[in-house]
């Protein structure tokens, strides 16, 4: 089984490993053997390295966690005599300088047992350890420090063993150092002096510079970055730096040196390594594992106009949610795509601004790209051509070449906006019949793409104030339709209004179409008012002139008393205007409320139809000009009307029933036969008044109980009522 396999069943259970660049805890293995009595320069070693150590102690950042251990220091000749005198700490510091500077050089030289004490003291095998050795001369104890160095080495989690030789010209004694040193990773350097004692042990102790450094992985040559979990190994050497890394992606901090990156794909176990060199930067490596995506293609034209639509070809797996897509070559996105559903070659849009970009198969399932296409998306042209200038409001021809895709316009706009005033689409022809601003001033018409509103043409045009007269007299009555002269552009749409002063709105208008001279008409309410020629395009207003409408009155004449539900005559003395009325109303009801109403079109005098039931009634002249108001009001009493009627109680159903009645005899009323208990409008059979009494009805087949009723035709108030019953016995 591969070392991939076994990583990959055991990946449930092992969480990955720390690496080497973090900090680890460290111990100073310091030489007291009787050797270190020698002098320097007439100081003795050990006092050059317990002065050393000191100024290293002062210069270790805070968080450093570091111990003591120290060999020979107790007695002569015993190579056991090892001791870690301080366990490692971050507050360490005073301990070791106090145990450092009572150290007496005794005994021998067992400085590969130390290094052992030192790491295990360290918990090795647990976890990431540093000893930093610092010795004058060659082992005395352990025969063989390469040996025990390997195994440290083999045993430990990681075990780093730096060196330092302090005096040492012995061969033997620097070999063994080196191979301390390189057995476990670790640096050996040497010393000869106080200086270079302190500059040794200042590289050793000094934290290495690391670098961030990204680790993907891609699916093939050109698939997208895998996101799904993959199992990463990174080696330096044979040293594990990163073990059973299981994720998409991962980012690790590095020092300099070349490496070794393993990636592994648990779904179809493909693998594949690449080495690498950290320098002095950060970096992303990438690994591309063999592919596992479908077979797919996409072609389309080398080059195509912006805004174009293209034909593109495609094989692929045509699977949910698959699409072509035209993007820019280094975007994760689209400008512009087509479903595959929808066939093949599929239709595109190319993107509205020219430049390189590619025709891509995206798989939906992960928005990967199976396959892509470059292509060179060319400039679109468009061309306007128009008047120099052109009034407000005006409908000027621009003539205009360009590609007419769907949405493309014309348009007039601001010199500094980005939309526009007025447009026309392209596919209404050339030329485009594009109306001015309302406003004078600088403008540019534009050739405007759809898509993104690309603007692929400009021109610039200057629109001109238009101006308008009006013809009002000083003074017009309220509600009278007066004519109005005037002249202006007459725009569709454009109108003539009477507002108040300090309204923008209108109490009346009428479009200027209707021509000129125009009948204008003016407000119910007296007062002063304006006539303004609105222009339609922002209501702008061209011109306008002040007209004092003066108050008009009515006068009615009707009887004073007359029978509820009776037409009277009403005479009376108004305007007379057209669309004037006059109506029967209670008192409290609005002017736009009545019960009945005649138009004074009808002249005077004029019938109008009273209500059906009786009481005190206003009888109104109403302007029917903006507001409905009144202008002229008198009161009548209507009274009671009453109807009889006479029949026999009983009658064979199906035969002829002679009524006799008496009643008003409005236009309208009738006499009814209707069953008991329905309602007052409905009915079986009727005949008007109008056919004098006694009148004959034909009976219904059926036999009941009817009722037999003198009907008004204003509400269809019922004045008189009289039971019968159809039997089927002759009478």
Not at 255 to 265: E, F, I, N, P, Q
Not at 401 to 422: F, Q, R
Not at 569 to 598: R, S
Not at 621 to 644: C, D, F, H, K
């Amino acid at each position: 089984m591969t070392r991939f396999r076994r990583a990959a069943l055991a990946l449930c259970v092992l969480p990955g490993l720390a690496t080497a660049q973090e900090d680890v805890n460290s111990i100073l293995v310091l030489d007291a053997s009787g050797s270190m009595w020698g002098q320097i320069d007439g100081v003795t070693k050990i006092e050059i390295a317990q002065g050393v150590v000191g100024d290293l102690l002062r210069t270790l950042p805070q968080t450093q966690s570091i111990g003591l251990t120290a060999y020979g220091h107790r007695t002569k000749g015993d190579c056991t005599d090892i001791e870690t005198l301080v366990l490692p700490g971050a507050a360490s510091r005073d301990a070791i300088g106090a145990a450092v500077n009572q150290l007496r050089p005794r005994g021998k030289t067992p400085m590969t047992d130390a290094v052992v004490a030192a790491a295990t003291a360290l918990k090795y095998t647990e976890d990431p350890a540093t000893v930093i050795l610092v010795s004058d001369g060659i082992e005395t104890c352990n025969p063989d420090p390469c040996a025990a160095a390997r195994a440290l080495e083999e045993a430990g989690a990681q075990l780093t063993v730096h060196v330092v030789g302090f005096d040492v010209s012995d061969p033997e004694a620097r070999r063994q150092m080196q191979c301390l040193a390189d057995e476990t990773g670790g640096q050996f350097l040497l010393a000869a002096n106080a200086t270079e004692l302190g500059q040794a042990l200042g590289q050793v102790t000094q934290a290495q510079p690391v670098y961030p450094t990204l680790f993907v992985a891609t699916d093939g040559a050109n698939g997208g970055r895998i996101e799904t979990p993959l199992i990463w190994d990174v080696k330096q050497g044979e040293e594990l730096v990163v073990d059973l890394e299981r994720n998409a992606s991962f980012s690790r901090d590095l020092m300099a040196g070349t490496y070794t990156v393993s990636v592994l794909r648990p779904d179809d176990e493909a693998s594949v390594e690449k080495t690498f060199t950290v320098v002095d930067a950060g970096q992303t490596v990438t690994l591309e594992l063999p592919s596992s995506l479908p077979d797919a293609s996409v072609s389309g034209p080398a080059s195509a106009v912006a805004g174009s639509t293209i034909q593109a070809d495609w094989t692929g797996p045509d699977a949910k949610g698959d699409y072509l897509s035209v993007a820019k070559p280094d975007d994760k996105g689209y400008v512009n795509y087509v479903y595959t559903r929808d066939g093949t070659p599929g239709a595109l849009v190319m993107p509205p601004e020219a430049g390189s970009y590619e025709l891509r198969y995206i798989m939906a399932d992960g928005k990967v790209t199976l396959a892509s296409q470059p292509i060179t998306v060319t400039e679109a042209q468009a061309t306007l051509d128009a008047a120099d200038t052109a009034p407000v409001g005006a409908t000027l021809p621009v003539t205009w070449t360009g590609p007419d895709y769907k949405g493309d316009y014309v348009a007039v706009s601001k010199l500094d906006e980005t939309g526009y005033v007025n447009y026309r689409y392209t596919r209404d022809g050339d030329p485009a019949e594009l109306v001015m601003p309302p406003e004078a001033g600088s403008y540019e018409l534009r050739y405007i793409m759809a898509q993104d509103k690309t603007v692929l043409a400009t021109r610039a045009i200057t629109v001109s104030d238009v101006t308008a007269t009006l013809d009002v007299p000083d003074t017009a009555p309220a509600g009278a339709a007066i004519p109005i002269g005037w002249t202006g552009p007459d725009y569709k749409g454009d109108y003539l209004t009477v507002s108040k002063p300090d309204d923008a709105g209108y109490e009346t208008y009428t479009y200027t179409r209707e021509g000129t001279p125009l009948d204008l008409t003016m407000p119910a309410d007296p007062g002063t008012y304006e006539v303004r020629y609105v222009m339609a395009q922002g209501k702008t207003v061209l011109a306008s002139t002040t007209v004092e409408v003066s108050s008009v009155s009515a006068t009615l004449d009707v009887v004073a008393e007359a029978r509820a539900g009776a037409p009277v005559l009403v005479t009376w003395d108004g305007p007379g205007y057209k669309p004037d009325f006059i109506t029967v109303a209670d008192a409290d009801m609005p002017a736009d409320k009545y019960h009945a109403y005649t138009y004074v079109r009808e002249g005077t005098p004029l019938l109008l139809q009273m209500p059906p039931e009786p009481g005190t009634y206003e009888i109104r002249y109403v302007a029917a000009s903006e507001g409905r108001s009144i202008l002229g009001t008198t009161q009548i009493t209507l009274t009671e009307v009453a109807a009889s009627i006479d029949a026999p109680d009983k009658i064979p159903a199906g035969t002829v029933l002679g009524v006799t009645w008496d009643g008003p005899d409005f236009k309208g009323d009738f006499i009814s036969l209707a069953r008991e208990g329905d309602p007052d409008k409905d009915y079986s059979v009727y005949k008007y008044t109008s056919e004098d009494s006694p009148m004959v009805l034909k009976l219904p087949e059926g036999p009941g109980k009817y009722e037999l009723r003198y009907v008004m035709a204003k509400d269809k108030k019922v004045l008189a009522r009289r039971p019968i019953e159809l039997t089927y016995e002759p009478q």
